[in-house]
């Protein structure tokens, strides 16, 4: 794979034409607390200031001033709030400055990148002059191949101007970045980084809560740690009172370079707020003029969860530490590292486009483009460069900490985005369970009931859903074993995971995947090595599976108990309630035995795989008898619900597995191209494969799909109206290609026109306006991964180590 950098000057236009206008846009989203969303997004960025994922407004504001008429121009937040109320006009008419609003041009995004472009009028007196350009480019890099800038804690926020007439800009920010209080006693320094001929100077405002509260949240919003907002050195800076400061701006086009020495002091007290400027001279150039200025947004804490870990209850530092001793070498690095990174994230922007337009439309290219920062903006890297561990908040349905059914549904991401991400995640759920903290039988729900907070359930008292759990992981571990054991680059589930050094493999390595042999790649430095491939991947999985071989079978026991006939219990659509003898977990269940056959044929446990494939085969007779409509055309939601129908979204495991090779060997099956023009090449089907699900349950199913869709999509079955986006897009990816199509179709319909004013929902009704279910407002999660399902299932099953296949034929 071919890594190009991308001139800085270029960012702007790396956003390709977006089809899709949803409710909302992700501005500034690494992790679950530096998670910044432009609401309204419908509407002009002026109208309402941006929100935290919750909900909670942010202070965050540009304006663009023109010296020579003296107006003011709105471009983000509402800082004309602090200009324009009576008093105010009173103000503006005596220091002869002027309100005006720019034309907004609309959004442009892709999976890294929101574009927010505008045009300000010329002044009368430039009668040839065209109107001023202005767009702010809001960049928080995905960047698979580096776990390493993945893990930063910051983002990028540019602007860019053109035009024939001077203009200044103004961007800050408050205190509500730092603390859900709105009392909150905060304080603030200006510091300068130290002076180095080969890098620019910077200047940074650092803002935290003067009482730390150390894995404490208010509204979702973490209490501890502290924002670092960062610019040039030659940009003027202020502190102060937003209204006094902005005004002064207004009336100057021009920040004073002086500290507000009011510190600490409440967030709304005479509310302090912390301002950069830049004048841009362009009427002086041949031509228009352009500029730029980059600022960064960083979010750091030394700590970022407590964790049940082997060892006890363990404070948890930040992955980034492993490179980086203090927060000013992370910022100096990350502020300079743009064009490595814009460069990386480009790469897997375009390759996703290329990829999801194949698959999909351009509307499913904007669908996954807007779920990729909306995925990792849930998780928070932290561990060591030898341990590296990847945790995940289950944000907005209640805070539970590495949730297993929400990592599941999102899974399809991290397959087709960087696999090793997805064994990061499943690191702390098996060192815990392995310690023997959790006392049950069967896998746990989740490592604690909020995030930041990881501290187990030892009583044994999570959430209920034991068959669920232990399918999802025994899915997820076979997957994961797919991913490790590809025979070349070219079949691997993930193309970003070949990219960097191919190392033979070494006796001593042991079940992780560390980030200890970064590498340069293309003139870009800390690259990962590959995540396996060849005789490396098969002995990595071997040593991976091995090391939880005892939970393995453990839960797969389990599911020989139980998954037969479930009892009465929860699934992951828990919202549903509980109900007993559900088709689509005992399905699941029956995956998750097979799944098992294969994790212990790869180990030559041959009596383990021959027993659980055997059993996996009994039940799955019994569930075609039980779990189907007795015309055959259709699975009930449960064995004994007789008239009812379900999404089967658990089939797409069947597939993804490599156990249903009439879907994953047909030639009509999506295989994304690794570059763009190459030709879509179908799957090799070996002689002798056979169907694990029969395909005509494949077929009659995505007939039932086809009559049961509505205006906005699939429901989940036929108990209501409503619909889950992740199982909609994992259904479709197993569904003939005409009813894939008329799903993403109406998904994106509803992504265009749907009531919720949040980050997107994975959970809305089909009909009406689209809206939250009454009482359910699901937003912001992570389980949006599973709208890659096509993705990664287009990748599955192309190549495997022959001890792999072998496991899969015993």
């Not at 006890?312 to 930040?318: A, D, I, S, V």
């Not at 194949?358 to 669908?367: E, K, L, T």
């Not at 977990?585 to 494939?613: N, P, Q």
């Not at 009994?618 to 449960?638: F, M, N, P, V």
């Amino acid at each position: 794979m071919q890594l190009s950098i991308i001139p800085a000057a270029l960012l702007a236009s790396v956003a390709t034409a977006s089809t899709l206008k949803p409710p909302v846009l992700p501005l500034i989203v690494r992790n679950p607390y530096l998670s910044t969303w432009l609401q309204n997004a419908r509407e002009e960025p002026w109208t309402k200031w941006p929100m935290f994922w919750e909900g909670n407004e942010l202070g965050f504001s540009v304006l663009a001033h023109v010296p020579d008429t003296k107006e003011v121009f709105p471009l983000l937040g509402r800082p004309q709030d602090s200009l324009s109320s009576h008093e105010k006009d009173y103000v503006a008419r005596e220091e002869g400055y002027s309100i005006s609003y720019p034309s907004y041009k609309g959004a442009q995004y892709d999976a890294s990148t929101t574009n927010l472009t505008y045009s300000l009028p010329a002044p009368e007196a430039f009668a040839d002059a065209s109107d001023l350009n202005i767009t702010l480019s809001f960049f928080s890099p995905i960047t698979p191949t580096s776990t390493l800038r993945q893990s930063l804690p910051a983002a990028y926020v540019t602007v860019y101007v053109e035009g024939s007439f001077n203009v200044s800009i103004y961007i800050d920010v408050n205190g509500q970045w730092v603390s859900g209080f709105p009392d909150s006693e905060i304080e603030w320094t200006l510091s300068r980084g130290k002076a180095n001929g080969a890098v620019e100077r910077l200047k940074t405002w650092t803002v935290k809560r003067k009482e730390q509260r150390i894995f404490n949240e208010e509204k979702d919003q973490a209490e501890w740690g502290q924002l670092h907002f960062t610019a040039p050195d030659d940009m003027l800076h202020q502190s102060g009172h937003s209204d006094e400061l902005r005004q002064s701006f207004a009336k100057t086009g021009k920040l004073q370079n002086v500290v507000d020495g009011e510190s600490p002091r409440g967030i709304h007290d005479k509310e302090p707020i912390f301002a950069f400027s830049k004048l841009f001279e362009l009427e002086k150039k041949d031509g228009p003029g352009r500029g730029s200025v980059m600022f960064t947004v960083s979010h750091v804490q030394d700590l970022v969860t407590q964790f049940a870990s082997e060892r006890g209850l363990t404070q948890m530092r930040p992955l980034w530490k492993s490179w980086f001793y203090t927060d000013e070498e992370l910022i100096s690095f990350h502020y300079h590292d743009f064009a490595n990174a814009n460069a990386l994230a480009t790469n897997y922007s375009e390759q996703l486009h290329v990829d999801a337009d194949a698959y999909g439309s351009d509307n499913y290219v904007d669908i996954v483009a807007l779920s990729a920062r909306q995925t990792m903006g849930a998780t928070s890297f932290s561990g060591t460069a030898h341990n590296p561990i990847l945790f995940l908040k289950e944000i907005s349905s209640n805070g539970n900490s590495q949730t297993v059914d929400v990592i599941f549904p999102a899974f399809p991401f991290f397959l087709y985005t960087n696999p090793k991400w997805a064994t990061y995640l499943l690191e702390p759920l098996l060192e815990h369970q392995l310690s023997g903290q959790y006392p049950n039988k069967y896998s746990m729900h989740d490592l604690g009931a909020h995030f930041p907070n990881l501290t187990g359930h030892a009583d044994g008292r999570d959430e209920y859903m034991p068959v669920e759990e232990c399918g999802d992981m025994l899915i997820m571990a076979l997957s994961l074993v797919h991913a490790m054991t590809y025979t070349s680059d070219e079949t691997a589930q993930s193309i970003w995971s070949t990219a960097g050094e191919k190392r033979d493999f070494n006796a001593e390595d042991d079940h992780r995947f560390p980030l200890t042999n970064l590498n340069t790649h293309n003139g870009i430095t800390y690259i990962d090595d590959a995540f396996g491939g060849r005789a490396k991947g098969l002995h990595k999985a071997k040593k991976w599976v091995a090391r939880s071989y005892r939970l393995w079978k453990q839960w797969t026991g389990y599911l020989v108990q139980f998954a037969r006939d479930p009892e009465n219990q929860l699934s992951t659509d828990d919202f549903a309630g509980w109900l007993p003898l559900q088709t689509n977990l005992a399905l699941k269940g029956i995956i998750g035995i097979r799944a098992f056959s294969v994790l212990a044929a790869i180990l030559d446990y041959d009596a383990d795989a021959v027993f659980h494939r055997e059993k996996s085969e009994e039940y799955l007779a019994h569930w075609q008898d039980r779990g189907l409509s007795r015309d055959k055309t259709h699975a009930k939601l449960s064995y004994e619900w007789y008239g009812s129908w379900t999404t089967l979204y658990s089939l797409y495991s069947d597939a993804l597995l490599c156990f249903h090779p009439s879907t994953t060997s047909n030639t009509s099956t999506f295989v994304p191209a690794a570059r763009e023009g190459a030709q879509q090449q179908p799957l090799g089907r070996r002689e002798g494969e056979a169907d694990f699900i029969p395909h005509t349950i494949y077929t009659s199913q995505s007939t039932t799909y086809a009559l049961s869709l509505q205006r906005y999509g699939l429901p989940l079955d036929s108990r209501h109206l409503y619909a889950k986006s992740d199982w909609e897009l994992y259904a479709a990816a197993v569904a003939e290609p005409s009813v894939r199509q008329d799903i993403l179709s109406r998904v994106a319909k509803w992504v265009n026109e749907t009531s919720t004013d949040r980050a997107l929902s994975d959970l809305y009704d089909t009909e009406g306006t689209g809206g939250f279910p009454e009482g359910i407002r699901f937003h912001a999660r992570p389980v949006v991964g599973g709208h890659f399902a096509g993705l990664s299932l287009g990748r599955a099953c192309r190549g495997r180590e022959e001890g792999v296949r072998e496991g899969m034929e015993l």
